[in-house]
T-cell receptor
Framework: DTAVSQTPKYLVTQMGNDKSIKCEQNLGHDTMYWYKQDSKKFLKIMFSYNNKELIINETVPNRFSPKSPDKAHLNLHINSLELGDSAVYFC?????????????FGAGTRLSVL | GDSVTQMEGPVTLSEEACLTINCTYTATGYPSLFWYVQYPGEGLQLLLKATKADDKGSNKGFEATYRKETTSFHLEKGSVQVSDSAVYFCALSDQGGSEKLVFGKGTKLTVNP
């Protein structure tokens, strides 16, 4: 069983399109995250949700909108895709309590905007 | 703001060689420190962690010691294996409860037989 699963694994699309990436975790965690990894492997947090509530929103364009229908899912919708959005997007989750800083990552979604 | 600096890669070693990947950090307060590893085609997974000064994290033969005086958390392994080939990320999280991880840029390690 995959603990944190993202779909799709690869996404190739044209500039200006709208696309979504889905994330699900079966670990029973309360907190979920989206990270962006650029072409130089630099990994930076975008959003964090705790029990469906947004708690971290880094400086991310409004074209990116996370949606959490329940605490096991955190989807990322991107409007009007731009070339600079090409990256690998990672979803992660973490428990509450003492282990809250240990994050479990999905395998990533490689987005290519042409 | 908080930041993590780790040595640039790529690093290429022969099997059974010693490994050190340097990591230093800048943070207010007393962060927790982590090493994550990303094997080819997979997501990141926690390798080891340390939550306070002088703590040593260890796992799978890897070790790192939280050095407050030098603000460092260098990753070491005495004898690497081909299966250790991966990208290694140093990270910190503050103790303010935000649960946000700040990552270094990653160091790609290739171990040849």
């Amino acid at each position: 069983d995959t603990a944190v699963s993202q779909t799709p694994k690869y996404l190739v699309t044209q500039m200006g399109n709208d696309k979504s990436i889905k994330c699900e975790q079966n670990l029973g965690h309360d907190t979920m995250y989206w990270y962006k990894q650029d072409s130089k492997k630099f990994l930076k947090i975008m959003f964090s949700y705790n029990n469906k509530e947004l708690i971290i929103n880094e400086t991310v364009p409004n074209r990116f909108s996370p949606k959490s229908p329940d605490k096991a899912h955190l989807n990322l919708h991107i409007n009007s895709l731009e070339l600079g959005d090409s990256a690998v997007y990672f979803c992660a989750s973490s428990p509450v309590g003492l282990a809250k800083n240990i994050q479990y990552f999905g395998a990533g979604t490689r987005l290519s905007v042409l | 703001g908080d930041s993590v600096t780790q040595m640039e890669g790529p690093v290429t070693l022969s099997e059974e060689a010693c490994l050190t990947i340097n990591c230093t950090y800048t943070a207010t307060g007393y962060p927790s420190l982590f090493w994550y590893v990303q094997y080819p085609g997979e997501g990141l997974q926690l390798l080891l962690k340390a939550t306070k000064a002088d703590d040593k994290g260890s796992n799978k033969g890897f070790e790192a010691t939280y050095r407050k005086e030098t603000t460092s958390f260098h990753l070491e392994k005495g004898s690497v294996q081909v299966s250790d080939s991966a990208v290694y990320f140093c990270a910190l999280s503050d103790q303010g409860g935000s649960e946000k991880l700040v990552f270094g840029k990653g160091t790609k390690l290739t171990v040849n037989p």
